[in-house]
């Protein structure tokens, strides 16, 4: 039987007291092990992921996916697999979303909207893996799709067909008081132009205060539209997957590359409190080297990550020496966008990486320097702008 997951140190434990048998007891071993040979050792490690960003004072950063499939709907993967995939790719909180209007499985795995989120629970509870309830809203586009987070009861969501269907489906969602966020807008936009503008069926939701956010990053696809109205109305920004085979095979892990998720600046790790800074606004779009997110709190993440040292040295011809270190997994592309000549033009910081500064006048060259970080959205036309100003100290 395999126990998932099995953290690597106890695989190595076990390795241990298996390879410490042979040695002392080998009349034993010979007895005992009845022809059979582990190759545990051979596994891939059972290790979690821990991905580095910086907190915001007086917040945590939680790294969420709130968009994803399973076979109950047109997933292909089994409720469990999606806690396990959370585990290992180092997230805090998953919503496993199946369609509620659209299950292509139904001849082998039967409708029943709750069983998904019943399923992942056990799992959800033994990896410490915070589980919200929820479901995909599927009608027609336009309007679209749209996610029902924080629900009791994904079966109540289900509004059938009919002239007034659409609107009743958000109804019932607003009756359980769920958070409601627009998926992936721009969805087919070359076959369906309306869906990718901010049609009346949206504006009555939002106007009516049941819509909490848009979903400017889904899976590999960025949204930058949807940036402008989450920024102008004050709503959520929200990354997910929309993941329906394995995240394995679709993402790249290495440092520096991430699958599609939503940072919350939550006030503690639980679900209400991830709730709590959904309903304001205080998320961030991450997927891979893309920030999308408002100026705030994009400028927040990027100053809590990046740190810029003294001039540690300054040699006998007046050049000035300065580190500048991203202490975070996020990926930040810099490139000048004004003040004197001197710096290089564009400047990358790798993640978990420093940089060597050189210069004349290196401090006042820092200062004046202004740079624009070309990954980090803060409009769908704009990037963060920043400068990167020395804790000027000459050395002695
Ligand atoms: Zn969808
Ligand atoms: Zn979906």
């Known amino acids: 039987m395999i126990l998932f997951p099995t ?25 005992t092990d009845n022809g059979l040979t582990s190759m545990d050792s051979y596994r891939r490690p059972q ?39 959370a585990w290992y790719e180092g997230l805090d909180a ?4 199946d369609h509620i209007e659209y299950q292509p499985h139904v001849k082998d795995v039967p409708t029943q909207h709750n069983r998904p989120y019943e399923l992942a629970k056990e799992p959800a509870a033994e990896m410490d893996i915070l589980l919200i309830k929820g479901s995909e809203l599927t009608r027609e586009t336009p309007p679209g799709h749209f996610n ?8 109540a969501l289900d509004a059938g067909k009919g002239p007034d269907a659409d609107k009743e489906a958000i109804r019932k969602a607003v009756a359980q008081k769920a958070f409601v966020f627009w998926n992936h807008p721009g969805w087919k936009v070359r076959q369906i132009p309306q869906s990718y503008e901010w049609i009346p069926f949206v504006d009555e939701v939002h106007k009516q205060g049941n819509l909490h956010g848009i979903e400017v990053m889904n899976g590999f696809g960025f949204h930058r539209k949807a940036l402008d109205w989450c920024v102008d109305k004050s709503l959520a920004v929200l990354g997910n997957t929309d993941i329906h085979t394995l995240t394995g095979h679709e993402y790249d892990f290495t440092i520096g590359r991430t699958r599609t998720m939503t940072l919350v600046f939550a006030k503690e790790r639980n679900t209400e409190a991830i709730r709590e800074a959904l309903q304001s606004a205080r998320t961030v779009a991450w997927s891979s ?25 300054q040699s ?3 050049i000035g020496f300065v580190e500048v270190t991203n202490r975070s997994d996020l990926t930040f592309k810099l490139v000048k966008a004004g003040g004197p000549a001197g710096l290089a033009e564009t400047l990358t910081l790798n993640p978990r990486r420093s940089v060597l500064l050189k210069g004349a006048n290196i401090g006042k060259l820092m200062e004046e320097t202004r740079w624009k970080v070309a990954n980090a959205f803060i409009r769908s036309d704009r990037n963060l702008e920043t400068t990167l100003v020395s804790q000027t100290k000459t050395p002695e």
Do not use: Y
């Not at 953290?7 to 007895?31: D, E, K, N």
């Not at 910086?54 to 806690?83: A, N, Y």
């Not at 029902?148 to 079966?155: E, I, M, S, T």
């Open 289 to 313: 080297e893309h920030l999308a997110g408002p100026e705030n709190l994009v400028r927040a993440l990027f100053d809590g990550a990046v740190e810029v040292g003294p001039i540690h040295h």
């Open 316 to 318: 006998a011809k007046g």
């Open 47 to 85: 290790e979690r992921i821990h991905l580095i960003l910086p907190e915001i004072p007086g917040f945590k950063t939680l790294k969420c996916d709130f968009h994803m499939h399973t076979v109950f709907s047109d997933g292909q993967v089994w409720p469990g697999v999606r806690v396990q995939e």
């Open 94 to 97: 998953i919503c496993i979303t």
């Open 148 to 155: 029902a987070l924080f629900v009791d009861d994904c079966a």
């Open 7 to 31: 953290p690597s140190v106890s695989i190595a434990f076990r390795t241990g007291v298996v390879l410490a048998a042979c040695l002392t007891t080998p009349s034993l071993h010979a007895q």
